[in-house]
C-alpha cells in the first residue's frame, strides 16, 4: 500500500516545540519529504531525509525517521506565529524505469498562539 | 528564472463549460505533474508527465485530459466541469531531487 497518514490539526503556544508526526506504509520509500504550504500559495520543500538516515537537524527544524516503525516526525523548535501553516508530509516511490512518484499525507495545520 | 507559473489564479465556471488550465515552467525540468486539493484529502496526483510527448495517468485522472508537446508546458485540459472538480490545482515540476510547485488555480465550478 502507498499510503501516508498524519493528524489534520496542531495547536502549540509560540515559543514552545511542535511535533508533527506521520506514518508511510511502504517500505521501499527512498526520501522521506516534509513540505509546507502557507495559506494561498503552493507547497515549499522545508526538508528530506535519506531513508538511510535517523535524524537530519536544519536549524530550527529536526526530522527523526524510524524506519522500523515507518514513523517520521518534524520538530520545530522555538515555533512562532510564521510557522503557522500546513504541512505535509511525502515518500519517494519508484515508479518505473528511472522514475518515481510523491505520495502526498492529508497535511497537518499547525496554528501556533501568541 | 520564474520556475513554475500557472494561469489563471482564480476561475468560475458552470457545469459543462470546458477550459485549459496552463503550467509552464523554464528551468528544463523533465517532469511535470497536475495534483487537486481538496480539504482533508490532501494533495492527489491527476495527470503527469516524464518528458515531452510522454504523459500519464495519476490517482484521479477521469474528467481531465493532458498534453505535453513542449518541455516548457503542461496545460490541463476539463473538457466539461463538474461541480466536483471544484478544487485547488497544482502543477509542479522537478529534474531530479526537490519537486518546485506552482502557485495554484483556484477553480469553482457552479
Known amino acids: 500500500g502507498e499510503d501516508v497518514e498524519q493528524s489534520l490539526f496542531l495547536s502549540v503556544r509560540e515559543g514552545d516545540s511542535s511535533v508533527i508526526n506521520c506514518t508511510y506504509t511502504d517500505s521501499s520509500s527512498t526520501y522521506l519529504y516534509w513540505y509546507k504550504q502557507e495559506p494561498g500559495a503552493g507547497l515549499q520543500l522545508l526538508t528530506y531525509i535519506f531513508s538511510n538516515m535517523d535524524m537530519k537537524q536544519d536549524q530550527r527544524l529536526t526530522v527523526l525517521l524510524n524506519k522500523k516503525d515507518k514513523h517520521l516526525s518534524l520538530r520545530i523548535a522555538d515555533t512562532q506565529t510564521g510557522d503557522s501553516a500546513i504541512y505535509f508530509c511525502?515518500?519517494?516511490?519508484?515508479?518505473?524505469?528511472?522514475?518515481?512518484?510523491?505520495?502526498f499525507g492529508k497535511g497537518t495545520k499547525l496554528s501556533v498562539i501568541p | 528564472n520564474a520556475g513554475v507559473t500557472q494561469t489563471p489564479k482564480f476561475q468560475v465556471l458552470k457545469t459543462g463549460q470546458s477550459m485549459t488550465l496552463q503550467c509552464a515552467q523554464d528551468?528544463?525540468?523533465?517532469?511535470m505533474s497536475w495534483y487537486r486539493q481538496d480539504p482533508g484529502m490532501g494533495l492527489r496526483l491527476i495527470h503527469y508527465s516524464v518528458g515531452a510527448g510522454i504523459t500519464d495517468q495519476g490517482e484521479v485522472p477521469n474528467g481531465y485530459n493532458v498534453s505535453r508537446s513542449t518541455t516548457e508546458d503542461f496545460p490541463l485540459r476539463l473538457l466539461s466541469a463538474a461541480p466536483s472538480q471544484t478544487s485547488v490545482y497544482f502543477c509542479a515540476s522537478r529534474r531530479s531531487g526537490e519537486q518546485f510547485f506552482g502557485p495554484g488555480t483556484r477553480l469553482t465550478v457552479l
Open positions: 511525502a515518500e519517494r516511490l519508484i515508479s518505473g524505469a528511472g522514475s518515481y512518484q510523491l505520495t
Open positions: 528551468m528544463n525540468h523533465e517532469y
